[in-house]
C-alpha cells in the first residue's frame, strides 16, 4: 500500500523553527519528485516547495524562499522541509505530495499541522 | 509567475446535475494542467491530469478539457459523492493553484 505519512508539526512561535519530516512506503521514492503544499486555515492550496528525484533541482515558493529549506533522504525514504523564521501566516496543514510519473501530484500524505503564533 | 483564476468560486447544484468548472491561466500552460478534489479534512486527490486524461480509478462522469489558456472539469452527473472542492492546478512553470470552488447542494 503506497503511503505518505508526515510528522514534526506543532505550535511554535514567530521567528522559530521547525522541521517536518514525510516517511514514505509502498512505491519506489528514490525515482519520485516530492512536494510539500499548504493549506491555511480555511483556505485553499498552495504548493511550497519541490524537490527532484537524485536532490539535483530544488524549488522553492515566493512565500518561503529563504526561510525553508526541502531535503530528502532516499536510502531512508523520507522527505523533509526545514522551516526558519516562522511567520503567523505560515500557519497551515502542510501536505508531502508525491510525482512519480509527471509533474503533476498522484501520491498524498494526511498532513500535518503547524501553527505559529505567541 | 503564472497565475490561475478558477470559477465559480461556489457553485450549487443538486444530484444528477450537469456541472462545470473554469480554470483559466495567465498565460498557455497547454496541456499542463491537473484537477484535484478534497473534501474536509482530507488530502486532495487528483482527478484529471494532462487537462484530460482520467487518473486510474477515477469514475467516467469526471472530464477535463481545454487547451491553451482555458479549461474546463465537467461532472456529467453530479452524486452526493462529489459534493466537494475542487482545485486546478498548472504545472507548466512550477506550480500554482486555482482558489478553488466548493460544490454545494443546492
Known amino acids: 500500500e503506497v503511503q505518505l505519512v508526515e510528522s514534526g508539526g506543532g505550535l511554535v512561535k514567530p521567528g522559530g523553527s521547525l522541521r517536518l519530516s514525510c516517511a514514505a512506503s509502498?512505491?519506489?521514492?528514490?525515482?519520485?519528485?516530492m512536494n510539500w503544499v499548504r493549506q491555511a486555515p480555511g483556505k485553499g492550496l498552495e504548493w511550497v516547495s519541490s524537490?527532484?528525484?537524485?536532490?539535483?533541482?530544488?524549488y522553492y515558493a515566493d512565500s518561503v524562499k529563504g526561510r525553508f529549506t526541502v531535503s530528502r533522504d532516499n536510502a531512508k525514504n523520507s522527505l523533509f522541509l526545514q522551516m526558519n523564521s516562522l511567520r503567523v501566516e505560515d500557519t497551515a496543514v502542510y501536505y508531502c505530495a508525491g510525482a512519480p510519473v509527471g509533474d503533476y501530484f498522484d501520491l498524498w500524505g494526511q498532513g500535518t499541522l503547524v501553527t505559529v503564533s505567541s | 509567475d503564472i497565475q490561475v483564476t478558477q470559477s465559480p468560486s461556489t457553485l450549487s447544484a443538486s444530484v444528477g446535475d450537469r456541472v462545470t468548472i473554469t480554470c483559466r491561466a495567465s498565460?498557455?500552460?497547454?496541456?499542463?494542467l491537473a484537477w484535484y478534489q478534497q473534501k474536509p479534512g482530507k488530502a486532495p486527490k487528483l482527478l484529471i491530469y494532462?487537462?484530460?486524461t482520467l487518473e486510474s480509478g477515477v469514475p467516467s462522469r469526471f472530464s477535463g478539457s481545454g487547451s491553451g489558456t482555458e479549461f474546463t472539469l465537467t461532472i456529467s452527473s453530479l452524486q452526493p459523492d462529489d459534493f466537494a472542492t475542487y482545485y486546478c492546478q498548472q504545472y507548466d512553470t512550477y506550480w500554482t493553484f486555482g482558489q478553488g470552488t466548493k460544490v454545494e447542494i443546492k
Open positions: 509502498g512505491f519506489d521514492f528514490s525515482t519520485c519528485s
Open positions: 524537490i527532484t528525484s537524485i536532490s539535483s533541482y530544488m
Open positions: 494532462e487537462a484530460s
Open positions: 498565460q498557455r500552460i497547454s496541456p499542463w
